[in-house]
């Protein structure tokens, strides 16, 4: 039963995506990378470099295509893609998608209600805890600070482990995560910091380990954020997710996190499924004032990425 499983379809042609494809081809596995945000196009073959740490370097060849060309996907399908565009992509894949699995590999919280309000019947949820750069169209730098734990949003467990076997390399490690919720809210507040402090300073992911003032804000926002995780019933305890903060940091010393990646570049930013989700949250339960740091700190991320949308214009 799990012959048409063994295909990948990696949908988002970034960072993350084209080390996904590079380390699944270079393990043997069928793999295709789709682009996220082109919907017709030529398909064509791509040398995609990998640059991991301590200086090995790793190449593939890997097709690039565009979603117009599959009547139907069947296999598992790797979202890789921006989560703003969650909405319209899962409209687009209900009618290609019948029984495959979707797995999320997105940051933010809530990220997958689309797929589960267009009934989607196997959701699953990556926490990615590496670190990937664009150096050019063909070029990425990738570092891994931990092994990513992969989780059941809805749909069959017994599928879980296949899927984690499949995507699993030794360049690009993933593991079973039964609790899967309380981890994404522990990532979603690490990216709550990095995404909103780093590019706000415009500086790189090891300020946390290196400057005392910028890990005290940060530990503010993290503050904010477990006291809204708690009151939905999810228990994180702060020294851990400071611990973890500080990990990522000192592994990705000198990398930019991906929101001043989308900035400097002149692209949209996913600060409204990582801060502004928070603040989502914090209203409904009538706190909006206790993650006034989190909202701050949120507000001024997208008005810089605003101000720098429309300078490109």
Known sequence: MYDSLNQVFIIGAGAIGKVLAVCLKL?????????????????????????????????ADIEITTLAEYSSLN??????????????????????ISHSPIVLFQNGLGIEQPFLDNNFLQVYR??????SQSIN??????????????????????LLNHIVDILNTPMFGFKVEPGIEATVWKKAIINC???????????????FHRDKAALQIGRKVIEECIGIAKDKGILLNAIEVEGALLQISKSSDGQLISTLQDIQNHRRTEIETLNFAVLKIAKSLNKEHTVET????????????EFNLQKAL
Not at 29 to 56: C, K, N, P, Q, W
Not at 148 to 155: E, F
């Open 27 to 59: 393990a043997g596995r069928d793999v295709e990378l789709i682009r996220g945000t082109i919907s017709e196009g030529v398909r064509r073959t791509e040398r995609i470099r990998v640059e991991f740490a301590d200086g090995i370097i790793k190449e």
């Open 193 to 207: 910091v990095f995404n909103s402090i780093c590019p706000l300073l415009d500086v790189d992911n090891g300020i």
């Open 137 to 158: 169209e063909t070029t990425v730098r990738f570092k891994p600070v931990a092994s990513c734990p992969i989780g059941l949003i809805k749909g069959a467990p017994h």
């Open 126 to 131: 990556c926490v990615l805890f590496v670190t």
């Open 294 to 305: 989190t909202k701050l700190l949120g507000e001024l991320t997208r008005i810089k990425a």
């Open 75 to 96: 296999g598992i399908v790797v979202l890789a893609s921006k989560s703003y565009g969650n909405e319209q992509l899962s409209a687009v894949l209900k009618d290609k």
